[in-house]
């Protein structure tokens, strides 16, 4: 069964930084690109990055663009969103997502999220 | 950037009863790259049509996609009480990937 588990998530102040992690199982992880969306409160869906089975590809929102950094270790079975420079804005709950293959962009099965609160 | 408007915001409608979602893209969706996803209060977003009209694994067959370009329209035959859940159309085929703004399907 795929598994997809989410952590990370906090209260922190704008301008300050927090890592997401999201942990895998199920499936044979590098076989598959992952991504990142969010949702903010009572808000519909954003897309918010995306790497490749190999991390050869990544691509971001422009709304995060220099701000996040996505990373995996296949070993671990991992992906990562590192985020910086908080804002108020980036306040949601955070989904990662498989993607259906190694590098495509249908996204398949999520996790249930972990919030991310930026207040002072 | 291809942005995606759903119609209606919401549909009230009762068990047994049958649903039209639409989708409508502000340019063409690359290769009919375009799914629905279906989410439940309270939890993770589930696809359910991918490349316009193919369901999913274990999506029962009351759901149903249809449409191509900028037109797009998910069907539920027959709403069970499981059913009533907000729902998103996507685009995958250009970057960045876009959501609609959803419709909530609700109870009568």
């Known amino acids: 069964e795929v598994q997809l588990v989410e952590s990370g998530g906090d209260l922190v102040q704008p301008g300050g930084s927090l890592r997401l992690s999201c942990a895998a199982s199920?499936?044979?992880?590098?076989?598959?690109?992952m991504n990142w969306v969010r949702q903010a409160p009572g808000q519909g869906l954003e897309w918010v990055s995306y790497?490749?089975?190999?991390?050869?590809?990544?691509h971001y929102a422009d709304s995060v663009k220099g701000r996040f950094t996505i990373s995996r270790d296949n070993a671990k079975n991992s992906v990562y969103l590192q985020l910086n420079s908080l804002r108020a804005e980036d306040t949601a709950v955070y989904f990662c997502?498989?993607?259906?293959?190694?590098?495509?962009?249908?996204?398949?099965?999520w996790g249930q999220g972990t919030l991310v609160t930026v207040s002072s | 950037e291809i942005v995606l408007t759903q119609s209606p915001d919401t549909l009230s409608l009762s068990p047994g009863e049958g649903a039209t979602l639409s989708c409508r893209a502000s340019?063409?969706?690359?290769?009919?790259?375009f799914g629905w996803y279906q989410q439940r209060l309270g939890q993770a977003p589930r696809l359910l049509i991918y490349?316009?009209?193919s369901r999913a694994t274990g999506i029962p067959d009351r759901f149903s996609g249809s449409g191509s370009g900028t037109v797009f329209t998910l069907t539920i035959s027959r709403l069970e009480p499981e059913d009533f859940a907000v729902y998103y159309c996507h685009q995958y085929g250009s970057s960045p990937r876009t959501f609609g703004q959803g419709t909530k399907v609700e109870l009568k």
């Open positions: 997502a498989r993607g259906t293959g190694s590098g495509d962009w249908l996204m398949d099965y």
């Open positions: 340019q063409s969706v690359y290769d009919n790259n």
């Open positions: 490349h316009a009209s």
């Open positions: 199920g499936f044979t992880f590098s076989d598959h690109s």
């Open positions: 790497i490749t089975g190999s991390s050869a590809h990544i």
